[in-house]
């Protein structure tokens, strides 16, 4: 069942560029200011050259975002994700996104994060054709397009993502949400929604920065992310 949250412009702050030091107290503080998906950034040190949390992470927010009735996504980076889908499922992700070239087989692995009880989602990066959305869109329920190469924060939002999110709109069925991931501020962020986009992931841009609540209120009004 596709979460009601995705029917509505959603900006999703990422824990990838947040102090871990104070990881709690700032996502508590975007979530008070009305943010109602939690982005959480999984790498295998394989797919992508970093490595950073896992299925902990995900069970350590799951109180938090519950109490505000939020989302947790979870995206993930690392290859040959079905044989791993399970334990972010029973640790509570309400959505998991995996990479359609992580696996040969997207549409076992789409469908084990739907038996766990998550929304699924499929990420392309940015050389990857759009045309693989139409083999298994009626599989997923959250399309997100890398709006940068996976991997690193704080990169240069890639131009060439707007006249992708344009051919990537069409292919995807009713309801399915439609997210960019990388380099997204308000001025991206308009842009994207243009284009057709209706969730926009932000790390650098709201927890890399000193006020992330203020930083939040900023990018949700760019995009009409109702706040609650």
Known sequence: ??????AQPRVA???????????GAQVRDVLEAGARIIHVDVMDGHFVPPITMGPLAVGALRGLTSEYGALLDVHLMIERPEHQVSEFTRAGADIVTIHAESTPHLDYALAEIRAGGA???LAVCPSTPVTVYGEVAAAIDLALCMTVNPGWG?????????????RLAPLLAEGVALAVDGGIAPGTA????AAGAGVFVAGTAVLGTKDPAGSYVALAEAVGDPRR
């Open 190 to 193: 308009e842009r994207c929604k």
């Open 154 to 166: 704080g990169q240069q939002f890639i131009e060439a993502s707007i006249g992708k999110l344009a």
């Open 13 to 23: 702050p990422s824990i990838l560029a947040a102090d871990f030091s104070q990881l």
């Open 119 to 121: 929304a699924a989602g």
């Open 1 to 6: 069942m596709r979460p009601a949250q995705l």
